[in-house]
């Protein structure tokens, strides 16, 4: 996907992922929905719910894309 810029997906649990996004846009979180979406009928599962939030980091660290909490 284009125009996502920095990004950070965090699986809270089976039924909650958090997508955060340095560049939020309506457009952007739809794609991505859409892309859950896409996936879950590929793969047959269950979305979960999605939240999208600010995406913050500390510079200091090394980026992890994806966290499971």
Known sequence: MENVGDYQV??????LVEVCLSQRDEDVETAILAQFQLLAQQKEFIVPQIQFSDYHWD???KLKRIQRL
């Open 59 to 61: 510079t200091s660290r």
């Open 10 to 15: 965090k699986q809270h649990s089976e039924k």
